[in-house]
Structure formats: C-alpha cells, structure tokens
C-alpha cells in the first residue's frame, strides 16, 4: 500500500508541476509518441482486459469488508468511464464527401473539458488513496470473521486490492495523456 502512496503522491505532483511549466512543441511530441507506445503495450493491454474482466464479490456480512467492496466496485465504473472518455477527447475521423473528396475531421478538446477531466482523475486517485488506508485496517477484520464468512471476505478484499492494483496505473496513464493535451493546449495558445 506503500507503493500505491508513493505513486498517488508522484502522479499528483506531475500533473501539477508539468502543467504549470510550459514544454516545448518537440518535447511534447515525443511525451506522446512515448505514450503512444504505452498504451499499446502488452502491459496496458492486458491491465485493461483484468478490469474489464473484475466482477463486484457478493456479500462477505462484514460491514466494513463489504462497504470497502462497494466503494472498489465504483471506483472501477468510474476508472472504466474515464478509460473509454481520454482516447475520444481528441480525435481525428478520416472519410470521404458526397463527391468523393477525403476529408480529415479533428474534434479538438476545450481547455475547460481537459481541466475537468484531469479533476476527475484527481479524485479518483485521492479515493484510491483513502481505499489503501482502508483495506488494509480491513484485513484485520478478515481474521476475526466467523470462519464461514472468512472466504467471501476474503474474495471481498482480494477483488478491493485487485481494484487498486489496476485502476492506479490506468488512471496514471488517463492523466499523462491530459496533461499533455492541456500543455500542448497551453504552448500553442489556442486558449
């Protein structure tokens, strides 16, 4: 849980000190060609097919292994929201006219919808903060369960964990991504 701390702390303080101090035009390229190459990783690509795949556990009848589960359980919803929101923020649609002329649309995001999505994953990295914290005062609880409980809560914490695993670093790479769109924003002074 340590380690979820230290990345949080590290994502937070990235966002705010690169934002606040302009990069130039090729430094930006490469952030995202290097994110582009992040994205489409092995590593990405199979985070995203174990959040997909995370169902909520049922009832462990432990009040506080239960609550954590339900709070995990929107956290995933909220990151998987997020997930599928960053790659249609700024988008280019290649296609053809009546008159069979190509033409090449880009939906461009505004500097407030950047902002509020950079917010968003804010929140969501301060509620995985406060989760760590949570899950592992939980686990105690787990050893003092009725042993016929024991196995649902177990289940119950093993999916809040798995939750945090996963949803750290999708939402690290969600608010590089913003923060690159809001600098390239910024550094080409189209406020």
Do not use: C, H, W
């Amino acid at each position: 849980m340590k380690k979820t701390l230290l990345k949080l702390t590290f994502a937070t303080a990235l966002l705010f000190s690169t934002i606040s101090f302009g990069q130039t035009a090729d430094e930006l390229k490469a952030e995202r060609e290097m994110m582009k190459k992040e994205l489409k990783s092995e590593k990405t690509i199979e985070r995203q097919k174990k959040l997909e795949k995370l169902e909520s556990p049922k009832s462990s009848s432990i009040a506080s292994i239960d609550e954590l589960a339900v709070n995990s359980s929107a956290l995933l919803l909220v990151t998987k929201d997020i997930s599928k929101q960053v790659p249609e923020l700024y988008k280019r649609t290649v296609g053809e006219t009546v008159d069979g002329i190509t033409e090449v649309t880009t939906d461009k995001p505004s500097l407030e919808e950047l902002e509020n999505v950079a917010k968003s994953i804010g929140a969501q990295l301060l509620l995985i903060s406060n989760y760590a914290n949570i899950a592992t005062q939980v686990a105690g609880d787990v050893t003092s369960a009725n042993p016929l409980a024991a196995g649902k809560a177990l289940k119950s914490v093993k999916f809040s964990k798995d939750v945090l695993s996963l949803t750290l670093p999708e939402l690290n790479n969600n608010l590089v991504v913003i923060k690159n769109l809001i600098s390239t924003i910024k550094s080409s002074n189209n406020l």
